[in-house]
């Protein structure tokens, strides 16, 4: 089973930075998805629905939201299994929990097709 941790989210002012890890847990299949599948971020601020933020393949091809372009940046670390979200220039809109997930790119691009997610970590922009 494929387990990934969220952590980094905090209270933040406008125009603040933070960077979120994502890290694929102990176990073998964990792992060696992180390594092989797309790997995404994501986020739900209440009362909508999830929507994808960055992703990146497993040959380091990226795409993000349009909200985003510019100000987040995604990057992967295979020699540490962990996935990154560098997040600068901060605005309130951004607030949400934030979640990782992994699998085939066409998964990645859709959450609604990923099935399994962890509890995320809260980013909260404000002043």
């Known amino acids: 089973q494929v387990q990934l941790v969220e952590s980094g989210g905090g209270l933040v002012q406008p125009g603040g930075s933070l960077r979120l890890s994502c890290a694929a847990s102990?176990?073998?299949?964990?792992?060696?998805?992180?390594?092989?599948?797309?790997t995404g971020w994501y986020r739900q601020a209440p009362g909508k629905e999830r929507e994808l933020v960055a992703a990146?393949?497993?040959?380091?091809?990226?795409k993000y939201a349009d909200s985003v372009k510019g100000r987040f940046t995604i990057s992967k670390n295979n020699a540490k299994n962990t996935l990154y979200l560098q997040m600068n220039s901060l605005k309130p809109e951004d607030t949400a929990v934030y979640y990782c997930?992994?699998?085939?790119?066409?998964?990645?691009?859709?959450?609604?097709?990923?099935?399994?997610w962890g509890q995320g970590t809260q980013v909260t922009v404000s002043s």
């Open positions: 102990g176990s073998a299949d964990s792992i060696r998805a992180m390594a092989w599948y797309a």
């Open positions: 997930n992994v699998g085939p790119i066409e998964m990645v691009l859709t959450p609604s097709r990923l099935s399994t």
């Open positions: 990146i393949t497993n040959n380091g091809v990226t």
